[in-house]
């Protein structure tokens, strides 16, 4: 019991740690997607090491849980301003994913719903920064894209049979592509439809297998 509580503690504090360092990132850089894409890695990290420290996603989904109340509660003061701005819902549909996926545990392999979680954190991730560093401008690029398509294919590598990871990824980069405010389906954010979509397919394939 005192085993699982340490677990439980260090996996909230690592991503309260996240929070604060992408706070502290912006002070330092005053740049955003850096501040913002640190915190998506480093919960990406705490998102992969749940399949180790945890047999069922009850912690790690009692704090999506929570962390999406505080930045619902937190919106519009910026208190985590390194990842969250006032105005963007980017991160309470970022945190409502990660809850979403965490809950699918208990219908589908973990692996699935972690990878499908990574897509996220990981490759959108990587995706934002490639963006910023060609393009320096908030678009969907294809070097974004390709970017994007290589960091997903490594994630899903957690994934068996390999074809079911792989089509995750084709859905969760064709919808991260596609979706969002400078996407050609704007009504749909691509922090919902990337992570949910992939988790949708790669979840019914298993179960028609």
Same mark, same amino acid.
């Given at each position: 019991m005192?085993?699982? /509580?340490? %677990?439980?503690? @260090? @996996?909230?504090? @690592?991503v309260v740690f996240a929070l604060f360092a992408s706070n502290f990132l912006y002070d330092k850089t005053k740049n955003f997607v850096y501040s913002r894409k640190l915190a998506h890695s480093l919960v990406g990290v705490a998102v992969l090491s749940t399949l180790w420290l945890f047999d069922s996603p009850v912690v790690p989904l009692a704090l999506s849980l929570v962390i999406l109340a505080v930045f619902i509660t937190t919106h519009t003061r910026e208190v985590f301003y390194g990842v969250a701005k006032r105005g963007r819902l980017s991160e309470i549909y970022f945190a409502s994913s990660c809850a979403v996926c965490f809950a699918a545990w208990y219908l589908v392999d973990p692996k699935i719903a972690v990878a499908s979680t990574l897509f996220l954190a990981w490759g959108d991730g990587i995706t934002g $920064?490639?963006?910023? =560093?060609?393009? %320096?401008?908030?678009? %969907?690029? /294809?070097?974004g894209t390709a970017a994007n398509l290589v960091a997903c294919s490594l994630i899903a /590598? /957690?994934?068996?049979?390999? =074809?079911? &990871?792989?089509? &995750?990824v084709v859905v969760a980069v064709v919808l991260e592509h596609l979706c969002g405010d400078v996407g050609r389906v704007r009504w749909l954010d691509d922090n $919902?439809?990337?992570? $949910?979509?992939a988790l949708i397919v790669m979840g019914g394939l298993t179960w028609v297998l």
């Amino acid at each position: 019991m005192l085993i699982e /509580l340490l %677990k439980a503690v @260090f @996996f909230s504090a @690592f991503v309260v740690f996240a929070l604060f360092a992408s706070n502290f990132l912006y002070d330092k850089t005053k740049n955003f997607v850096y501040s913002r894409k640190l915190a998506h890695s480093l919960v990406g990290v705490a998102v992969l090491s749940t399949l180790w420290l945890f047999d069922s996603p009850v912690v790690p989904l009692a704090l999506s849980l929570v962390i999406l109340a505080v930045f619902i509660t937190t919106h519009t003061r910026e208190v985590f301003y390194g990842v969250a701005k006032r105005g963007r819902l980017s991160e309470i549909y970022f945190a409502s994913s990660c809850a979403v996926c965490f809950a699918a545990w208990y219908l589908v392999d973990p692996k699935i719903a972690v990878a499908s979680t990574l897509f996220l954190a990981w490759g959108d991730g990587i995706t934002g $920064l490639v963006r910023w =560093w060609t393009d %320096k401008r908030h678009a %969907k690029t /294809l070097s974004g894209t390709a970017a994007n398509l290589v960091a997903c294919s490594l994630i899903a /590598l /957690l994934v068996t049979p390999y =074809w079911v &990871g792989a089509v &995750g990824v084709v859905v969760a980069v064709v919808l991260e592509h596609l979706c969002g405010d400078v996407g050609r389906v704007r009504w749909l954010d691509d922090n $919902l439809a990337m992570p $949910l979509g992939a988790l949708i397919v790669m979840g019914g394939l298993t179960w028609v297998l």
